[in-house]
């Protein structure tokens, strides 16, 4: 019985998700849902590239069990944010992202991001109407988090490992993480930077763009 | 329907929380069920805490959704070990504590750490038998997370903010995180320290034995 309640969920939630990327390739949105724990960066990540790259329209659709923090912070670099508050739940569904849809102008975004509620594992399983989900690591979480989270890994078409600048004050071993995420997710690139410093953001721009531009020329509808 | 089935679930994994407890309450075992977001720092928490009371004979039952790198971290400290994988599952239930006892000698242990899956939101909802719940919380996932994850924060007997030797190289104000903590729960002790330089560690310690002490004289059977 448990199983069926949950098969239909996950039904009901692909088809919605569905509809929602229908919408956003008629308007010619590229999205992006970023997953990853709490405090890995993924809020500092999409305010870094909101300011590299002043000649893109973004949206962002920020998830949280609480506050509108993320929201605040993005809304200094554009007008299309949406909080989503999702109280005890665990990860965003295609519902919350069409809730969200209702309050942005698709017509006035060309790349928008869902910041994820900060988690590894639950929102892995949810379609959202994304075009790519990239799993986001952090050096002070640990080497040994791709390894502890196969899921993610595999289903991102990239992985982002923030706070390079923090490496020479920690017990990192960057091979062992990128060795994890290539046998995990062989084709998956591994962006390593800082958005603090900028150092590595360069290649995650230019990924995106050539992400983005596939999209747009209608390869890879779904990366 | 649907929340039908959920409360099922969750009465079943009460009841057995409850033998679980009764269990420990027999042998004396002290039981702190360990929680906070990936690379928070359970492990590096459990570590510095099982090498600074070499007295005290713990256990560990340590939860993934894959690999045993923790349990083979903690094996060096004690031989009371159990991993436990929990596939694509982000929090553990009485039914996993359950199948690690069976691999424990509760008459030869004092303290048993479950140290729950990386997931500072969905192993709050589920009771394991445990006497009490810490939120571990990590300096370089930034000052906002308490106020993100108020769930955590109200049904935790104490708080623990771990990488306090990285506080010079983040912008973390400690003050925003400490208030944040109060208005959720006021009665919390906020443990700051770092498992690798031992700062703060003591009052940790000190919080733990006395709290154990409690339950082993039976006040508090459950903090």
Redesign the interface.
């Known amino acids: 019985?448990?199983v069926q309640?949950v098969e239909n969920?996950l039904r009901a939630n692909d088809e919605l998700a569905a509809i929602n990327r229908g919408d956003f390739e008629r308007a010619g949105v590229f999205v992006v849902d970023l997953i990853g724990?709490?405090?890995?960066g993924k809020t500092a990540l999409i305010e870094a590239t909101l300011k590299a790259m002043p000649d893109v329209r973004f949206g962002v659709i920020a998830g949280?069990?609480?506050?509108q923090?993320d929201a605040d912070r993005m809304a200094k670099f554009t007008n299309h944010v949406v909080q989503i508050n999702t109280g005890?739940t665990?990860h965003l569904e295609a519902s919350h992202v069409r809730q969200a849809m209702a309050g942005l102008s698709l017509d006035a975004i060309d790349l928008l991001f869902i910041e994820n509620?900060?988690?590894?594992?639950?929102p892995v399983?949810f379609d959202l109407g994304q075009h790519c989900k990239v799993g986001v690591f952090?050096v002070?979480?640990?080497d040994?988090?791709a390894?502890?989270?196969?899921?993610i890994v595999r289903e991102s078409s990239a992985i982002v490992l923030t706070?390079v600048d923090?490496m020479p004050?920690?017990n990192f071993r960057q091979q062992v993480f990128l060795d994890d995420v290539k046998t995990l997710n062989p084709s998956a690139p591994v962006f390593a930077l800082s958005p603090i410093t900028g150092t590595g953001l360069e290649s995650w721009l230019k990924w995106l763009e050539t992400a983005r531009a596939g999209v747009r020329r209608g390869e890879g509808r779904k990366l």
């Open positions: 019985m448990k309640v969920v724990a709490p405090g890995s949280d069990l609480a506050t923090r005890k665990c509620v900060g988690n590894l594992i639950c399983g952090n002070c979480g640990g040994d988090k390894a502890k989270h196969p899921y706070q923090l004050h920690v």
